[in-house]
């Protein structure tokens, strides 16, 4: 679903709405981005499958990011150290810091995940191409 909102309306979307990016054994639903928010932030709910391995260790130059557990286990690598994150855990990741995110359980695992500023989701669509060449 594709949706643009002025930043001053509400914004109210149910379970499985927003625009949906399927990247492997991840999925990631962007509910409310730079188009809704002024560029002032983005927020996406992201599933992983079970024993998902994620992204890899990667930082953003240009975004603080927040991760909030909403399912399962998440482990959370942050600098060099890994971390298992359970549901409700939260976790604040300053920009310029290495990162990265894995489901290594049997369950699958939700959270979700806040940039500020906004404009993360620009890359999504060469993302999402990315991992249907390379499944």
């Known amino acids: 679903m594709k949706h643009k909102n002025s930043h001053n309306e509400p914004l109210i979307l149910t379970a499985g709405q927003g625009r949906v990016y399927h990247l492997g054994p991840m999925t990631a639903v962007f509910k409310a981005d730079e188009n809704e928010t002024d560029e002032q932030y983005s927020i996406s709910e992201w599933w992983l499958e079970p024993n998902a391995e994620g992204p890899g260790a990667h930082e953003h130059d240009d975004q603080d990011q ?6 399962g286990t998440v482990s959370m690598l942050i600098g060099d150290k890994w971390t298992d994150a359970g549901k409700g855990s939260f976790i604040r990741i300053p920009r310029n810091t290495i990162h990265s995110f ?3 359980t049997n369950e699958k695992a939700g959270f979700l995940n806040f940039n500020i500023p906004g404009g993360f989701e620009k890359d999504m669509p060469s993302m999402e191409k990315w991992f249907e060449k390379n499944k």
Not at 66 to 71: A, Q, S
């Open 66 to 71: 927040v991760f909030y557990v909403i399912e």
């Open 102 to 104: 894995a489901n290594r």
